[in-house]
């Protein structure tokens, strides 16, 4: 039974599921029946990859077989993986949207939730609240070119993305991929990069950021290297993340490069807090990253007050 038979049964409120979320829609579109939003489904880690030195990639499964068979969201929408006693994190759910046994976050080691996710082993309990937010329209891109710029683990929001696009490969023009990278040892999924390296259906650029023993690829940050390359804005959408400096820089570069802003798309999902509209402390202006986005495009975000 789902929330809303619950209530509508006169069994007072239930917690949120999957039977109460749409794919594409943000899990508050729910809360007003469920109840209490902010309870997330138990979930079991049933892989770890290690995908750089401060970065892993946890596998988790949704005990409740139902919730798992139900599983639906789409590329670009995030979720909220958390610790019991510890606190939950907005990460982008990476894995791909065809693939129905496990959610894949990437989880970088930088404060007290995400330090005890890399505690973590395969077998342990997690809590997770999912798919949040609005994804990117990959259905409205169909036809077009798709550019992807994308910097350190920002390549985690891109992915799930980047897997759509690629399975869908002949809905799309040109495909090309610009990742770059402090150094070799910091670029994630260096499975799927070897894979776009030997695919003759799209181009994939893969920069570090200065020059490493043993590595003989590119070379040059993210945003001079986009120059170099000079893609063409005609046909063609863009979709950026990264680190802050380098978005910066990247969007600049686009702009030079006559790419207008529709044709520019953002994921902002690091300034989420609660993933429901209730807490406000990740609004800009009127807007609210976790109902409104994260998913957003420069003319977007040209509307907003400039508080990036």
């Known amino acids: 039974m789902t929330a809303t038979q619950n209530i509508a049964a006169g069994n007072g409120k239930s917690r949120l599921t999957f039977a109460d979320v ?127 710029i994308m910097g350190g683990i920002g390549s985690a929001a891109l992915r799930a993305t980047i897997s759509y696009t690629l399975e869908h490969r002949e809905d799309y023009g040109d495909i090309t991929i610009l990742y770059g990278a402090r ?17 003759k259906d799209i181009e994939a650029v893969i920069t570090v950021d200065r020059d490493f023993p043993g590595w003989e690829g590119r070379v040059g940050f993210v945003p001079t290297v986009l120059e170099e390359m000079a893609p063409k804005p005609a046909n063609t959408i863009a979709i950026t993340c990264g680190p802050p400096i380098m978005i910066k820089f990247v969007l600049q570069g686009l702009q030079k490069l006559q790419f207008t802003d529709e044709q520019t798309y953002t994921t902002l999902e690091k300034r989420m807090k609660c993933g429901i509209g209730i807490c406000g402390r990740c609004n800009i202006g009127p807007r609210y990253v976790c109902v409104d986005g994260p998913v957003f495009s420069m003319a977007e975000l040209r509307e907003l007050p400039d508080e990036m």
């Open 22 to 148: 749409k794919a594409g829609a943000t899990t508050a579109a729910a809360g007003t029946l469920a109840g209490n939003p902010y309870l997330p489904q138990i979930a079991t880690v049933i892989d770890i990859i290690d995908e750089t030195p401060n970065i892993k990639s946890f596998r988790v499964r949704f005990d409740d077989e139902a919730v798992m068979d139900a599983l639906a969201f789409d590329p670009g929408q995030v979720g909220q993986l958390g610790i019991f006693g510890v606190g939950e994190s907005t990460f982008a759910i990476n894995s791909s949207c065809s693939e129905k046994r496990y959610l894949q976050f990437s989880v970088m080691k930088a404060g007290e939730v995400t330090s005890a996710l890399h505690e973590l082993n395969v077998g342990d309990k997690v809590g997770v609240r999912a798919p949040m937010g609005c994804g990117f329209p990959v259905e409205a891109w169909k036809g077009k070119n798709i550019l992807y």
């Open 183 to 199: 150094t070799p040892l910091d670029l994630t999924y260096k499975y799927d990069v070897e894979d776009w390296q030997v695919r």
